[in-house]
């Protein structure tokens, strides 16, 4: 029991939290903005993210909050994310049989006019020391958001917009792309978003009270134009200071979306610079390319590669990782996720390869 | 070290950005910040916050008391840390998503085999 306990507490290594799926962005020509509350993409869905997800639901069902059992005033909204995962893991010792939580987390945002307050309330592995330490407010920040042209500001706690910032567990794009789980920071944002361009400035502080994975302070850059409806190209610019590192990076990414084969293919390269403290200079570089095909309404599979090189003068230390991700949105509210990673070292040649086969179920509130 | 054509070729781009970049030196700083912490100190493991099995490897404070306590300066075989690292124990087997490469282990070896000095 003991062991089926601490496997389980172990592998809340896997967590990862309500996102987004910028696989809509393109092939519904909207912004990420249309459906989440929060100008920087993903989580709480609005009143068109509701309705959308009512569409892509293979079986109908009301997509409000507790399926439309709770009538919110209208400048109210509520939601959670709940997920679990089941199946076989192989961290380079042999398969074994998983099943462990991956996020139990609440949301809620108040909104007046152009004005916004959204904070989530959730649970992370605790300090065994300390039980209170369960508890993690994850998200919390006020937004303005013009109701007449693209410009908003937010501030509060929040990821610093970088990347794709999408729910797929790219893990060489956001652990090692500068978009960590659960790396939020005290954060300042300008934003303009219209529908050809976006561009989110954010100024960041590394929390003091509440660590999070981001430990560093300073800024981070994300801009995307679209040149036709079906093509997006961005530039990313990210820089963070801690008392042990220094980290600089930059990159690109494009998409494109084939509505004949309904078919998205997502790249983002980037090369980083990390000065270590009283120890080296190293260069990496990764890149991600996912490909989405659209099998019907309610599913899509990904098919994913990325690679990244933690430090250009070492061999044999690259890792690469290839997902695959089978999306089923089911009922109202509930997602099927079949997802499969193989993931090397050095290309086969550095260390044992490694992965998992899991399902996830997910819950949205 | 001997890299292939194409780290040459980044590391010339690197170099002409103004960015240098130098073999790993086997020491507590790039250890901890380099390797223990990226792998180890995720959201919800080895972090000041969570202190899972006790341990946490996201400041140096908190890495020099860990370390204290995983390894036998000196004794790479004789160090828990080497032996979770490298175990075929699939429940003890670290980090829990995918392996050190086999040269950053070897790197830690180096280090806990001139003393562990932090």
Known sequence: MKNVVLQL???????????????????????????????????????????????????????????????????????????AATGMSDRGAGPAFVVFPMQMELAAAVTKGPVTVMATAGTIRPDEDKPASILLLREHWLQWKSESSGWSVRAGRFAPVYGQRNAEHNWVSRRYG??????????????????????????FVADRWFPSAERGDGAALYAETRLRSDTAVGVMARFAASHDEHRSQGGVVVKRWWEGPRLLLAAEGQLVKQSIRNAAVRSQWLGQLVATKFLSNSMFLDVGIGHFEPNVAMEHVGRTAVDVNLHWFTWSHLELIASARAHLLGLGSGGPTTGYGLLQVHYRL | MHMNYGNRALIALALGSGCATEAPPPTFDYIRTAILAPSCATSACHTERSRAEGFAFDTREAADEALAGLVAPGDPDGSWLMDVLTTDDKERRMPVDAPLADEEIELIRQWILAGAQR
């Open chain 1, 178 to 203: 500068g978009a960590p789980l659960y790396g939020e920071t005290y954060s300042a944002q300008l934003a303009w978003i219209d529908d050809t361009f976006e561009a989110h400035v954010t100024g």
């Open chain 1, 9 to 83: 507490f172990v592998l809340v290594g896997f967590v990862r939290v309500a996102s987004a799926y910028p696989q809509y962005q393109l092939s519904r020509e909207t912004t990420c903005t249309s459906c989440h509350v929060s100008t920087g993409g993903g989580g709480l869905l609005d009143s068109m993210g509701e309705a959308t997800a009512s569409d892509i639901n293979q079986f109908p069902g009301d997509p409000r909050f507790l399926h439309g059992a709770v009538d919110l005033p209208s400048w109210l909204l509520v939601g959670g994310d709940f997920r």
